[in-house]
Each structure stands twice: as structure tokens, then as C-alpha cells.
Nanobody, 122 residues
């Protein structure tokens, strides 16, 4: 079970930290990712992370602004979002897949959270 939290309303240039709490199983051999879906658009890749050895991958649109990380003892994945822009407005989803290498493709992920909404005002 994946449960996201931390979304909300923020002004342009602001920051938010999204959390994805993992329960029900160990994801130590999994890779996990963040995707987002803006109004009227398809869901797109944001960032991915492997628990071991801590490999990260980012979409070009968020590289240098967003940081994906995890806190192993809390079984939680994070997405620190800085320098937010109105185009970052979307519902953000946490996802997991039972392979260690990260993927940018939505279809490669098996487990999904319910999403948390982020709105960036101009």
C-alpha cells in the first residue's frame, strides 16, 4: 500500500515536500517513482529511485529543482520540490515496481498510490 501526502497550494518559487508511506510489504528490492498528471494531460514521469544502491533518475523538466529520496527506517519515499512553477501543478502519484532498476515508463509500475494534489499559483 502506497499513501502520498504533502500536497497543497504554493506560490511560484516556493517549495513542497511530498511523502509516500509504504506499508504492507518490504520494498527493499523495488524501485519507486513519482509521476504527475496535470489537468487535461497524460500522466508523466517525474523521478525514480532504487532503494539499493540509491540510484536516482529525473525528468529533464524537474532536474535541478526536485530531489527524490527515501528514509529507510520509516519506509517512506520523498519528493522535495523546490523553485516550483505553475507548470508543476498536477496530481502527483507514487509508484513501485518489483525490479531494482528505475523506469520512466508508467506501464512498468505495479503499485500506485491515490495521488496528492499540488497547485502552484503564479
Amino acid at each position: 500500500l502506497l499513501v502520498e501526502s504533502g500536497g497543497g497550494l504554493v506560490q511560484t518559487g516556493g517549495s513542497l515536500r511530498l511523502s509516500c508511506a509504504v506499508s504492507g510489504r518490504s520494498f527493499s528490492d523495488y524501485s519507486m517513482g513519482w509521476f504527475r498528471q496535470a489537468p487535461g494531460k497524460e500522466r508523466e514521469f517525474v523521478a525514480a529511485f532504487t532503494w539499493t544502491p540509491g540510484t536516482t533518475v529525473y525528468a529533464d523538466s524537474v532536474k535541478g529543482r526536485f530531489i527524490i529520496s527515501r528514509e529507510a527506517d520509516k519506509n517512506t519515499l520523498y519528493l522535495q520540490m523546490n523553485s516550483l512553477k505553475p507548470e508543476d501543478t498536477a496530481v502527483y502519484y507514487c509508484a513501485a515496481r518489483a525490479l531494482p532498476n528505475p523506469s520512466k515508463y508508467e506501464s512498468h509500475y505495479t503499485y500506485w498510490g491515490q495521488g496528492t494534489r499540488v497547485t502552484v499559483s503564479s
